[in-house]
């Protein structure tokens, strides 16, 4: 997959210890890359980081994206030819919480990494990945495309559009003058998938629940949005890590995004009626809070650009992310090998992938 692209490649990959950072990790090393990682120490109980058991099998730095210089340090030290920036506050209910540090790891964070690779002459790619929240949601029924408002009212949709508008300046001013490196944004909706913990998220709040034997408690049921596998959109990222450093200036655009298809948007009680079908058992119970933070209802992607261009599309369906997911959480409980399983399911994708690949060709 992707040519050998990583092969011994030195990637950095900031947020390593996260949900998506640690499957990015993950997939890294199996096709062969020096992988290093810059992050905070893992946040939960249970972390994909530790169950991969990735710190032996990486570069592992905790260090803090707000810290200008220990970042710009462990780039220098790390010299890598692709770098990943995935670190971030995520959590849109964690930023009404604390706005500030949202805005300064989001914005001042991505100030700092990208201080960083116009200062490293070593970096010939990077992938800067922001979110879904970074357009200006007007609750359309349509997909959002690359040339879309950025910005949001919330706090955490305010730093992701504030981080998109951050590098295009960048670019601009500064990264455009070193033609041995190639840029890209990418933009993912909501994404599930096994060893995610996070607060306020609904797969870790049913599986919590699903545990302890417990009703799962729905705040918002009919909101709906585009679920997909936490690998659909890594995958995305690889890919265009891989057609940055094989076509470099040749691509046109400079940001993309990495969305399911439209039947995979579905309702929040959808969803979590899935998981309990899947998961064997459980019920549901709704309660909204009479004074909940604004949350978006409805918000899409449209993915055509990465398909015009890059040639992706979305590789699991809805049932199959669901199904997955939720079967890496059996498995966990099952007490199963857990780099062996997630191994599995990478593998699993790679195959599907490889296979739509040669079918749209």
């Not at 992607?301 to 261009?309: E, G, K, P």
């Given at each position: 997959?992707?040519?050998?692209c990583y092969r011994g ?11 998506k950072g640690s499957w ?297 992310s669901i199904e997955e ?37």
């Amino acid at each position: 997959m992707f040519n050998d692209c990583y092969r011994g490649k030195k990637v950095f990959v900031t947020g390593h210890t996260g949900f998506k950072g640690s499957w990015l990790s993950k997939w890294l090393l199996k096709m062969g890359a020096e992988v290093t990682g810059y992050a905070l120490p893992p946040a939960y109980e249970e972390s994909h980081f530790e169950l991969l058991q990735l710190k032996s099998h990486i570069h592992h730095i905790e260090g803090d994206v707000r810290d200008c210089q220990s970042l710009k340090k462990a780039i220098l030290e790390a010299k890598p030819e692709i770098i990943f920036h995935l670190a971030a506050q995520a959590l849109v209910r964690e930023a009404y919480r604390d706005p500030k540090y949202t805005f300064d790891t989001n914005i001042g964070g991505a100030v700092n990494l990208l201080e960083a690779v116009r200062e490293n002459n070593t970096a010939r790619v990077l992938v800067f990945i922001t979110s879904d929240k970074c357009y200006r949601n007007m609750e359309w029924e349509w997909g959002y495309r690359e040339t879309d408002s950025l910005g949001g009212n919330d706090p955490y949709s305010a730093s992701k559009g504030c981080a998109e508008i951050v590098f295009n300046s960048y670019f601009e001013s500064f990264l455009r003058e070193k033609p041995e490196l190639q840029v890209s944004t990418a933009r993912a909706g909501n994404v599930i998938g096994g060893g995610d913990w996070a607060k306020d998220r609904i797969i870790p709040d049913c599986i919590r629940a699903l545990r302890k034997k417990e009703p799962i408690i729905v705040r918002n049921p009919g909101s709906t949005r585009p679920w997909q596998h936490v690998l659909e959109p890594l995958g995305g990222y690889l890919h265009l890590g891989f057609l940055l450093s094989t076509k470099g200036g040749s691509l046109p655009h400079h940001s993309f995004n990495f969305g399911p298809e439209k039947t995979s948007n579905k309702s929040v009680i959808e969803l979590v009626e899935r998981v309990i079908k899947v998961w064997g058992e459980g019920e549901v119970v709704v309660n909204q809070p009479a004074k909940a933070p604004h949350e978006d209802m409805l918000l899409q992607l449209n993915c055509d650009r990465a398909w015009h261009y890059l040639k992706w599309r979305p590789t699991w369906h809805y049932d199959d992310s669901i199904e997955e997911t939720i079967l890496w959480y059996k498995a966990l409980n099952e007490g199963k090998n857990i780099p062996e399983f997630t191994q599995s399911q990478i593998e699993k994708y790679e195959q599907r992938f490889k296979e739509n690949l040669n079918a749209w060709d």
